[in-house]
């Protein structure tokens, strides 16, 4: 494929529209929705243009939805808008205290203007293998809701919503409205842990835990790994595994075992499948230890 | 293609400019408005080079299309001293040779000044984690580092 290396200027051309509602911008996909990308931060859509990796004849600029914007609590549930930036979502009230493994993702998220600037929906949407909120999100059981021009709305579990990389389940038509995240029990703890070369670089391998502690032992938990398959997962293995045990080095080492055994990771730039297969065991480890310490004060209150 | 109007402040002065959809913020900067302080460095959101505040934010110009700044507040470098009076941070840059080639210095003050912003005495640990995304390829980055720190601790003193 052509490579060009211009990045200062954008060479193709395109419209930009900017609706101010929900209603409007799906009106927009109504008209013509092939050919049309939503953009949010566009600190990932414009590199791709750039680069012209992808040619989008119209461009819907989604920042100034509100509905798109913000956090909510429903009943229980906390609900981030898709456009939230991923700044505002670590900032959130309660957010680092109860879905602390998120915001410490969001904490590891590229540099602080594209912080700023990117968004929790252009994160998932771009359906990177290595996207940084994507194992958390998948930790507290997140969904997300989808709305059609038609009118319909969908609500997709986070592990059905990748298909590959760079692949969602969500069609042409459909924008993402929100991320909902269930309530979490008394007891939990959680941690996310990435594997990069510099901060400000994508991961080589990420992982996220959630784990509930009660009466010293693992009652449920959640394990998922980012950038060691065409799409960020979940390691059921290493989740049934210890469901009802306690976390030692002799549990920690099983798991991660596991762990190596799901994972299908590729040789790339950034590393080695070896490296990777490896490093996402350590890295659920660290990550297990770390939530289940969390969650003791958790079980004290 | 046709050029749309947009209307925005660009460090204080309202502006009404006819952009194409396709233009950056950061060319319009440089090329419509004169303003070359704002710098063209990688062009895809890895070095800070081009970074400006719009509505206060710190934003990479070179992946902000400037139809999406209608309505808001740009600030620039050019805009951050008051006549004469340069801003702290500048200051502390001067004073620290924090600057050699210059070329990243730009995006590394506007990166300063907001941090100062929302925390005025940041530690050594939360500027460096701050100023990750802004890279220098030849002053090296403590002397960056200690600039923006003693800023900060100058602020408070005054």
């Known amino acids: 494929m052509y490579q060009t290396t211009n990045t200062r200027i954008i060479v193709p051309e395109f419209d930009v529209r900017q609706p101010t509602s929900l209603e409007a911008v799906l009106r927009e996909l109504e008209h013509n929705a092939k050919g049309t990308r939503l953009l949010a931060g566009g600190t990932d859509l414009l590199v791709q243009i750039k680069l012209e990796r992808t040619q989008p004849a119209r461009l819907i600029d989604i920042t100034r939805v509100p509905e798109l914007m913000g956090m909510a609590v429903k009943d229980g549930m906390l609900i981030v808008g898709a456009a939230t930036s991923i700044r505002t979502l670590a900032n959130g009230v309660g957010v680092r205290e109860r879905y602390t493994a998120l915001a410490e993702s969001c904490d590891a998220f590229s540099t602080v203007p594209v912080m700023i600037m990117g968004t929790i929906g252009g994160n998932l949407c771009n359906a990177s293998p290595a996207a940084d909120t994507a194992p958390a999100l998948f930790a507290f059981d997140g969904a997300v809701e989808l709305a059609s021009c038609e009118g319909s709305r969908r609500t997709v579990p986070l592990d059905e919503f990748f298909v590959g990389p760079g692949r969602t389940v969500m069609r042409e038509d459909e924008v993402m409205v929100a991320v909902r995240l269930p309530k979490t029990a008394a007891g939990t703890g959680s941690a996310f842990v990435k594997i990069g070369r510099v901060a400000a670089d994508i991961s080589k391998v990420s992982a996220a835990v959630k784990l509930v502690r009660k009466d010293d032992r693992v009652s449920e938990c959640r394990i998922a790994v980012g950038a060691v398959a065409a799409t960020p997962m979940r390691a059921y293995t290493a989740e049934q595994y210890l469901a009802g045990r306690r976390i030692d080095a002799k549990t920690l080492a099983d798991a991660a075992r596991a762990v190596e055994e799901d994972v299908k990771p590729i040789t790339d730039v950034r590393s080695t499948k070896e490296y990777r297969t490896h490093v996402a065991g350590v890295a659920v480890k660290d990550a297990l230890g770390a939530a289940w310490q969390r969650a003791r004060g958790g079980e004290r209150q | ?158």
Request: proline residues 4%; glycine residues 10%.
């Open chain 2, 1 to 158: 293609m046709k050029r749309q109007t947009v209307r925005f402040t660009i460090n204080g002065e309202a502006r009404e400019l006819a952009v194409y959809p396709n233009d950056l913020l950061l060319n319009v900067l440089r090329d419509q408005e004169s303003l070359t302080g704002t710098k063209y460095g990688c062009g895809i959101g890895e070095c800070g080079a081009c970074t400006v505040q719009v509505d206060g934010a710190p934003t990479l110009s070179c992946l902000k299309l400037a139809v999406s700044v209608d309505g808001c507040k740009v600030v620039t470098i050019e805009g951050l001293a008051k006549g004469n009076q340069l801003d702290p941070v500048q200051e502390a840059f001067l004073d620290n040779s924090a600057v050699q080639c210059g070329f990243c210095t730009p995006g590394m003050v506007m990166m300063g000044r907001a941090l100062l912003d929302e925390k005025p005495r940041p530690t050594e640990q939360e500027v460096r984690d701050h100023m990750r995304g802004s890279l220098c390829r030849c002053t090296g980055y403590a002397s960056i580092v200690r600039a923006i720190m003693v800023a900060g601790e100058k602020a408070e003193l005054s």
